[in-house]
């Protein structure tokens, strides 16, 4: 009898998990679908358990990044997300204030069922341009997008645009003044020969640049040229 009791119990247990995986899965699609986000860097804020934070990530066109103030909370999302073998890809840290941990201008997708003290302001403020909150309110859930400023203006061509004259119209482009984001690989191949990054363009919050991924210990051995497409805002690929 306790073999069978304990048999069921382990099995109504798994049960329960699948269920609430699969309807946190169900939860993320609906979401990424109102959206419209095919790929990107995600903000859950209020993650919980981290079983929809994990469901965000729905291809490794996506980073996933999820908030919450108890630390319990944290602690069961992290078991979560690397029993499933995501984290990294998706990873959830312990957060407290009115101030989300984030540059201006850097998130794609800002997802929460309760933003608590954190005000709209603030999350428009971490949105990339063309950036989406989706947050829900009175059971609700309500999308808003950040619009990209006119101010902003596209490099499509070696010379700015189809007609070769090499003055962009950008106004808000000026001296760095803080690090936005860091991607990979961190050294090229060589300092005196072709540079490894070569041929860059922007378009559509989007930067577009062939890279010579060759190995570094020899400059003489063939290049391997790919093309790379990163968000122009987080470097996400």
Request: some cysteine.
């Amino acid at each position: 009898m306790k073999v069978k009791c304990g048999f069921l119990t382990v099995l109504v247990f798994l049960l329960g998990t699948s269920f609430l995986s699969a309807a946190s899965t169900e939860e993320a699609g609906q979401i990424l679908d109102a959206t419209g986000l095919k790929g990107g860097l995600v903000v859950h804020i209020g993650c919980g358990d981290g079983r929809l934070t994990a469901a965000l990530y729905a291809n490794d066109s996506y980073l996933v990044h999820g908030l919450d103030r108890d630390m319990k909370n944290v602690e069961q999302a992290r078991d979560y997300i690397k029993s499933i073998g995501l984290y990294g890809k998706v990873s959830v840290e312990q957060w407290k204030g009115k101030h989300l941990p984030y540059i201006d201008n850097l998130v794609n997708l800002v997802v929460s069922e309760n933003l608590d003290s954190v005000s709209m302001d603030e999350v428009k403020r971490i949105l990339c341009p063309n950036g989406v909150a989706y947050i829900k309110r009175g059971g609700k859930w309500t999308k808003t997008v950040k619009p990209r400023p006119k101010e902003i203006d596209d490099w499509t061509h070696y010379l700015h645009d189809s007609s070769n004259n090499a003055v962009s119209h950008d106004t808000v482009v000026g001296p760095p003044r803080r690090m936005q984001w860091v991607g990979s690989p961190r050294y090229a191949r060589h300092h005196d020969r072709m540079s490894s990054v070569s041929a860059a363009v922007t378009a559509g919050g989007r930067v577009f640049y062939i890279f010579d991924e060759a190995p570094r210990f020899s400059i003489l051995i063939p290049p391997e040229w790919s093309l790379i497409a990163r968000d122009a805002f987080n470097g996400t690929i």
